[in-house]
T-cell receptor
Framework: EDQVTQSPEALRLQEGESSSLNCSYT??????LFWYRQDPGKGPEFLFT???AGEEKEKERLKATLTKKESFLHITAPKPEDSATYLC???????????????FGKGTKLSVIP | GAVVSQHPSWVICKSGTSVKIECRSL??????MFWYRQFPKQSLMLMAT?????????EQGVEKDKFLINHASLTLSTLTVTSAHPEDSSFYIC???????????FGPGTRLTVT
């Protein structure tokens, strides 16, 4: 069974204080690891997809990295508008086969204080 | 690109009635759509997977006769909650997948409250 564990559950940062969120996963045949941002009362907003260990992707103040066991979402000099819940999800299965289902972690709620 | 809409954004209904939620992919054709449920302070739980023109595949523990899913076209899927009860109150979110990549694009969600 695919499992995704995110830590910490909640994180409070001062504006400008960089940090990292962790996503540990256990999956048979990782097809992709996804990061989403979710604001209260809204659907998840796609951020990144990582496909193989060693891959990195960046978008503004966010940088996602992937190893064979975990992924990190690094937030550099965060601003209050970065406050949200960040969700990690994995998709398993060999390329071209099976469904495209995602298994989600419980998320990390990030609060950035001005 | 890759915009998914849901309608309505919120709905209040009485116990015993049925409610239909629509999910549309606005600028792409979605071969597969997914329906999730999210309770307060919980993560997304997959309810079912639907492919255009075929029956939906439900996750274990999800009653297929209660949560009716129709994926009639490549841009529209509907979820009907039949004989709704207060415990069905939740945030329902759909997502859509296109063939060219692995990402799922999510709708804004529908808040259902059953009184």
């Amino acid at each position: 069974e695919d499992q995704v564990t995110q830590s910490p559950e909640a994180l409070r940062l001062q504006e400008g204080e960089s940090s990292s969120l962790n996503c540990s996963y256990t999956v048979s045949g990782l097809r992709g690891l996804f990061w989403y941002r979710q604001d209260p009362g809204k659907g998840p907003e796609f951020l990144f997809t990582l496909y193989s260990a060693g891959e990195e992707k960046e978008k503004e103040r966010l940088k996602a990295t992937l190893t064979k066991k975990e992924s990190f979402l690094h937030i550099t000099a965060p601003k209050p508008e970065d406050s949200a819940t960040y969700l990690c999800a994995v998709q398993a299965g060999a390329s071209g086969a099976g469904s495209y289902q995602l298994t989600f972690g419980k998320g990390t709620k990030l609060s950035v204080i001005p | 690109g890759a915009v998914v809409s849901q309608h309505p954004s919120w709905v209040i209904c009485k116990s015993g009635t049925s409610v239909k939620i629509e999910c549309r992919s606005l600028d792409f054709q979605a071969t597969t759509m997914f329906w999730y449920r999210q309770f307060p302070k919980q993560s997304l739980m997959l309810m079912a997977t639907s492919n255009e023109g075929s029956k939906a595949t439900y996750e274990q523990g999800v009653e297929k006769d209660k949560f009716l899913i129709n994926h009639a076209s490549l841009t529209l899927s509907t979820l009907t909650v039949t004989s709704a009860h207060p415990e069905d109150s939740s945030f329902y979110i759909c997502s859509a997948h296109m063939d060219r990549d692995y990402e799922q694009y999510f709708g804004p969600g529908t808040r259902l409250t059953v009184t």
